[in-house]
Nanobody
Framework: QLVESGGGLVQAGGSLRLSCASS????????MGWFRQAPGKERGFVAA????????NYADSVKGRFTLSRDRAKNTMFLQMNSLEPEDTAVYYC?????????????????WGQGTLVTVSS
C-alpha cells in the first residue's frame, strides 16, 4: 500500500528526492513519516509530517538538510535530501501513522513500505 521510490547512489554533498505513494484510504487523514536503517543498526526516525502538511519534525542529524512535504491530492509524500553525507547511507522506509499528528515513535506507525536504498559515497 506504500511504495517508495527515488533511492540510489549519490556522492557526498549531492541530493536525492524520495517519494512515497499511498492510497487515500491509507493516509489521507494521517500523519506520515520516514525512518531509516543502516547496516547493523536499528531503524531510526528521520522526519514526519502531520495530516495536513502544516507541521513537520526532523531528527537532529538531518535538520537543515532534509525537507519533508506531502501532496494530499496525489497521496504522495516527498523527502528532499540535500548535502548528503556517507552517514545517511541506509534503507529508507516511509510509514503512515496511526493518528493525524506528528510522531517520532516507531510504535506510532502501522503501515510501512518496503524501503528504498540510499547510498552516499565519500
Amino acid at each position: 500500500q506504500l511504495v517508495e521510490s527515488g533511492g540510489g547512489l549519490v556522492q557526498a554533498g549531492g541530493s536525492l528526492r524520495l517519494s512515497c505513494a499511498s492510497s487515500a484510504r491509507t493516509s489521507s487523514n494521517n500523519a506520515m513519516g520516514w525512518f531509516r536503517q543502516a547496516p547493523g543498526k536499528e531503524r531510526g526516525f528521520v522526519a514526519a509530517i502531520n495530516w495536513s502538511g502544516g507541521s513537520t519534525n526532523y531528527a537532529d542529524s538531518v535538520k537543515g538538510r532534509f525537507t519533508l512535504s506531502r501532496d494530499r491530492a496525489k497521496n504522495t509524500m516527498f523527502l528532499q535530501m540535500n548535502s548528503l553525507e556517507p552517514e545517511d547511507t541506509a534503507v529508507y522506509y516511509c510509514a503512515v501513522a496511526r493518528g493525524s499528528s506528528v510522531t517520532r515513535h516507531f510504535s506510532g506507525y502501522n503501515y510501512w513500505g518496503q524501503g528504498t536504498l540510499v547510498t552516499v559515497s565519500s
